[in-house]
């Protein structure tokens, strides 16, 4: 009896386990986390896309060194390299300080793991790109027709204040390249400038993190957040409303520069950048 017991309860608990593993990532892509991509796609074959990252990998608060570890969220680096990829792009990747991509480790867990997150688990090419990053500095931004910044909790460290991105960014909008982000990453847009030296941001229609969302996590203490201070540098910030903002989905074109809200934009701002960048439609 006791046997047949045991046996019934280790098949229930087993059951329970399975359906939580298998059905998690259901519900939170249901809710709205991760949608799969289904518009147009593109390809851009022989020209070139440059995705740029944070280098800081630690959510700690003011004064403080240490915290939660953090960095890129992967899904914003992975749905732009594969789009840019698959489109017979080549596609580099760069960092703030280089070296190393911190990669935020709750973006890979199982139950958040985007597809594109599971291929490049897979991918041993693209890892390697992200353990040996070039700096930002060491970078010919203009040699890209596609710019695209990756965000997460770390480029609310760097993007926003490193000249060097700044400088990158400005030099590929003056040579006429299709330059975007998503989630925090439009933060390294804060300091790009037009040639005439004016904000790049300024008048322009963009999206990003909200304050919202930053609020509904809990993370109001990291220097810089992308609503507040994108409109404070002058843009028209736009976003969509979900019952959480992280479910939202946001994307904005204005002429050659593309926006994402948040983490559920990266496939299709991609795409978008493909097409103004003269991509052809995969029929």
Same mark, same amino acid.
């Given at each position: 009896?006791?046997?047949?017991?045991?046996?019934?309860?280790?098949?229930?608990?087993?059951?329970?386990?399975?359906?939580?593993?298998?059905?998690?990532?259901?519900?939170?892509?249901?809710?709205?986390?991760?949608?799969?991509?289904?518009?147009?796609?593109?390809?851009?074959?022989?020209?070139?896309?440059?995705?740029?990252?944070?280098?800081?990998?630690?959510?700690?608060?003011?004064?403080? =060194?240490?915290?939660?570890?953090?960095?890129?969220?992967?899904?914003?680096? =992975?749905?732009?390299?594969?789009?840019?990829?698959?489109?017979?792009?080549?596609?580099?990747?760069?960092?703030?300080?280089?070296?190393?991509?911190?990669? #935020? /480790?709750?973006? &890979?867990?199982?139950?958040?793991?985007?597809?594109?997150?599971?291929?490049?688990?897979?991918?041993?090419?693209?890892?390697?790109?992200?353990?040996?990053?070039?700096?930002?500095?060491?970078?010919?931004?203009?040699?890209?027709?596609?710019?695209?910044?990756?965000?997460?909790?770390?480029?609310?460290?760097?993007?926003?204040?490193?000249?060097?991105?700044?400088?990158?960014?400005?030099?590929?909008?003056?040579?006429?390249?299709?330059?975007?982000?998503?989630?925090?990453?439009?933060?390294?847009?804060?300091?790009?400038? #037009?040639?005439?030296?004016?904000?790049?941001?300024?008048?322009?229609? &963009?999206?990003?993190?909200?304050?919202?969302?930053? #609020? #509904?996590?809990?993370?109001?203490?990291?220097?810089?957040?992308?609503?507040?201070?994108?409109?404070?540098?002058?843009?028209?910030?736009?976003?969509?409303?979900?019952?959480?903002?992280?479910?939202?989905?946001?994307?904005?074109?204005?002429?050659?520069?593309?926006?994402?809200?948040?983490?559920?934009?990266?496939?299709?701002?991609?795409?978008?950048?493909?097409?103004?960048?003269?991509?052809? /439609?995969?029929?």
């Amino acid at each position: 009896m006791k046997s047949s017991t045991s046996r019934w309860l280790g098949a229930m608990v087993l059951a329970v386990v399975l359906f939580f593993w298998q059905g998690l990532p259901v519900v939170l892509q249901g809710l709205g986390l991760h949608p799969a991509y289904d518009g147009p796609r593109y390809r851009l074959p022989g020209k070139r896309a440059l995705i740029v990252t944070t280098s800081h990998g630690t959510l700690n608060k003011p004064g403080q =060194t240490d915290g939660k570890a953090t960095g890129v969220f992967a899904s914003e680096m =992975t749905a732009p390299y594969y789009a840019f990829l698959d489109a017979g792009m080549q596609v580099d990747v760069a960092s703030i300080h280089g070296g190393e991509i911190p990669i #935020e /480790p709750d973006s &890979l867990r199982w139950f958040l793991a985007s597809p594109a997150d599971k291929r490049y688990l897979k991918d041993a090419d693209f890892q390697a790109k992200t353990r040996l990053s070039p700096a930002v500095a060491q970078v010919d931004f203009s040699r890209y027709d596609i710019v695209f910044l990756a965000g997460g909790w770390g480029a609310a460290y760097d993007l926003g204040t490193s000249a060097e991105l700044a400088h990158g960014v400005s030099s590929a909008w003056a040579a006429a390249k299709v330059v975007g982000g998503v989630c925090h990453g439009p933060l390294g847009l804060l300091h790009a400038t #037009e040639s005439d030296g004016s904000p790049l941001v300024r008048g322009k229609h &963009l999206t990003a993190v909200t304050n919202r969302q930053i #609020e #509904e996590l809990g993370i109001e203490f990291t220097p810089e957040h992308p609503e507040r201070d994108l409109r404070a540098a002058g843009a028209l910030f736009e976003s969509a409303r979900a019952w959480r903002d992280i479910f939202a989905q946001h994307v904005v074109a204005d002429g050659r520069l593309v926006t994402g809200q948040n983490q559920n934009a990266g496939a299709a701002t991609a795409q978008l950048m493909l097409r103004i960048a003269g991509g052809q /439609p995969v029929l």
